[in-house]
């Protein structure tokens, strides 16, 4: 049984439109988690973070929200942008721990 | 400054095969991890380690050892691969002060037949 869901395996955007990436969990013990990015043939990279204490992070065009209560998270990206295309992986931790569980990726395409 | 390496990039085993991947980091990381990635799935954390010499096991280590004898290496050994270990293994690496942001290398493929 999947802990962390990403229930759309892709994502068709407008270039300059908003991006949004879902991701839910089922563990409520589940206190940090992060956002990766992965291109073809390359290893993931990190985007963003956000801890249990907040629901909101920002770090430029990307922004992550946090729905505690509904055990969910967001990724927003705006403007999108063609280099944006990629795998996004949502993953989660308790107890700040080192064990990530990983949800199974969404693709992303940004259409110019 | 490499990053995070990986050796092989690909590598094709028979059933029963052994055989080491290794992972290097040239950025001082305390902790580096080994990951699995199969269609469909997240990365799953095979195995990691906080520090040289001590290795700890994550989700799914049964069939794979690892060791830590430089702080700079950590390698990933299969004794005797199956056909259910055809996946692509992902090392990476992460400062202890920072340890949720890894640093990922690029990853190898690895068929068993």
């Known amino acids: 049984d999947q802990q962390v869901k990403q229930n759309s395996p892709s994502l068709s955007v407008q270039e300059g439109r908003i991006s949004i990436l879902n991701c839910d969990y089922t563990n409520s013990m589940f206190d940090y988690f992060l956002w990766y990015k992965k291109y073809p043939a390359e290893g993931p990279t990190f985007l963003i973070s956000i801890s249990s204490i907040k629901d909101k992070n920002e770090d430029g065009r990307f922004t992550v929200f946090l729905n505690k209560s509904a055990k969910h998270l967001s990724l927003h990206i705006v403007p999108s942008q063609p280099g944006d295309s990629a795998v996004y992986f949502c993953a989660a931790s308790h107890n700040y721990g080192q064990n990530f569980v990983f949800g199974p990726g969404t693709r992303l395409s940004v259409l110019p | 400054n490499a990053g995070v390496t990986q050796t092989p990039k690909f590598r094709v085993l028979k059933t029963g095969q052994s055989m080491t991947l290794l992972c290097a980091q040239d950025?001082?990381?305390?902790?580096m991890y080994w990951y699995r990635q199969d269609p469909g799935m997240g990365l799953r954390l095979i195995h990691y380690?906080?520090?040289?010499?001590?290795?700890a096991k994550g989700e799914v280590p049964d069939g794979y050892n690892v060791s830590r004898l430089k702080k700079q290496n950590f390698l990933l050994g299969l004794e005797s691969a199956a056909p259910s270990q055809t996946s692509v293994y992902f090392c990476a690496s992460s400062h202890t002060g920072q340890r949720y942001e890894q640093y990922f290398g690029p990853g190898t493929r690895l068929t068993v037949t």
């Open positions: 950025m001082n990381h305390e902790y």
């Open positions: 380690s906080v520090g040289e010499g001590t290795t």
